[in-house]
């Protein structure tokens, strides 16, 4: 029985007042040129997955950016005090049936690709109708509809059904701050798609094209086959052919250097790594940047700021309305866990802050995890 065969057997009766829990839906962003239903206006400057994940960069960004947020577990806080709280289930693992941080690296890429993610709730608990699980779903699956002024959504359809508009079914919706990369960089990564297709065909086939020509007298059929096939041999053996002197060769094809591929290549790693918005060096973009353990540290904070901290709001904010945690607290990212340091660093800290009264011993043990 799929999800959608689901709707009627375990949707909250329509007839229950959920209150706070029942998250309505959203405006249109005001993307500049874009809409949810179509993307930009001109298509043709999208682009695909597919592409952008054939060009280095953006596949070791990609796996950096989601494997970075996928690592951090999320808590809760008091809106007050700041106390911290366990969270439900759902917060660190929304479907029971796939690792929690495989649904948070897929849901981050989804917001850095396309600037939006989507899951649908499959469960709610019985007693506050917060969501108790849910599953991913593919943003390209996703349909959205607006009112007749264009500035509210209406509904949504996955692969051309329409859902609920709550409860059961109904889309847990992540919004981005920008139309995504796919849509915002589409250009640059098309280009670099092609660059990469080009480099593929030149590694697959280094040597040039050739074209064997008679210098005016008119060759016979079997000596051109003849001529041909044992050109062809000499090539594919990397041995010396010989020509007579009726016959020149002329080289066709792309000359690596003359067309600067290994520059253009360079040039869009750099770009790419500007509109991913993380530092060229940990894509290694720039050909004179290095990671040495001096500035390792550093590194991983200007990674946060830069790059991780937009995608973790996005999740964080979305988290914290009322369908998943009470109005009194709110989700946050772990990042204690994220920015830890050496263990010599963390064991001087703990000193101090043992010394002063701050942590007992048991407190630092159970936050290194040599408490079962």
Request: net charge negative.
């Amino acid at each position: 029985m799929g999800l959608f065969d689901r709707f009627k057997l375990n949707a909250v009766a329509d007839t229950v007042d959920r209150g706070e829990v029942e998250a309505s839906l959203a405006p249109v962003p005001s993307y500049s040129g874009w809409d949810l239903m179509s993307g930009y206006n001109n298509a043709s400057y999208v682009a695909t997955r597919e592409e952008a994940m054939s060009i280095p960069t953006v596949a070791r960004a990609r796996n950096i950016l989601t494997s970075s947020i996928a690592s951090v577990p999320i808590i809760l806080r008091d809106r007050a005090t700041g106390a911290r709280i366990d969270p439900p289930r759902v917060i660190n693992t929304p479907d029971p049936r796939i690792p929690g941080s495989a649904i948070y690296s897929w849901t981050a890429e989804d917001l850095l690709f396309t600037g939006y993610a989507f899951w649908a709730i499959r469960e709610l608990y019985s007693d506050t109708f917060r969501v108790r699980s849910v599953e991913r779903i593919n943003p390209y699956r996703v349909s959205t509809f607006l009112n007749s002024t264009g500035t509210e959504i209406e509904y949504y359809t996955i692969d051309g059904y329409r859902v609920p508009d709550s409860g059961v079914g109904s889309l847990v919706v992540f919004y981005g701050n920008d139309e995504g990369l796919l849509n915002r960089a589409g250009r640059t990564i098309k280009a670099g798609a092609e660059l990469e297709r080009a480099a593929t065909m030149y590694a697959r086939e280094p040597m040039p094209a050739v074209v064997l020509k008679s210098n005016g007298a008119s060759l016979p059929p079997d000596r051109i086959a003849k001529l041909l096939e044992a050109w062809g041999t000499s090539r594919r053996n990397r041995s010396t052919a010989f020509l007579n002197s009726d016959i020149t060769i002329e080289t066709i094809g792309f000359d690596p250097e003359k067309m600067q591929l290994a520059a253009g290549r360079s040039y869009i790693a750099t770009e790419l790594a500007r509109a991913i918005g993380i530092p060229a060096y940990f894509v290694d973009a720039e050909s004179g940047a290095s990671m040495t353990y001096s500035n390792a540290t550093t590194a991983r904070q200007s990674l946060l700021d830069f790059s991780l901290i937009p995608l973790m709001t996005s999740i964080e904010e979305r988290l914290s309305m009322p369908d998943f945690t009470p109005s009194s607290q709110v989700a946050r990212f772990d990042l204690d866990v994220y920015l830890r340091g050496s263990a010599f660093e963390r064991a001087q800290v703990y000193e101090i802050l043992n010394r002063v009264g701050a942590l007992s011993v048991d407190e630092i043990k159970r936050k290194e995890d040599l408490i079962l």
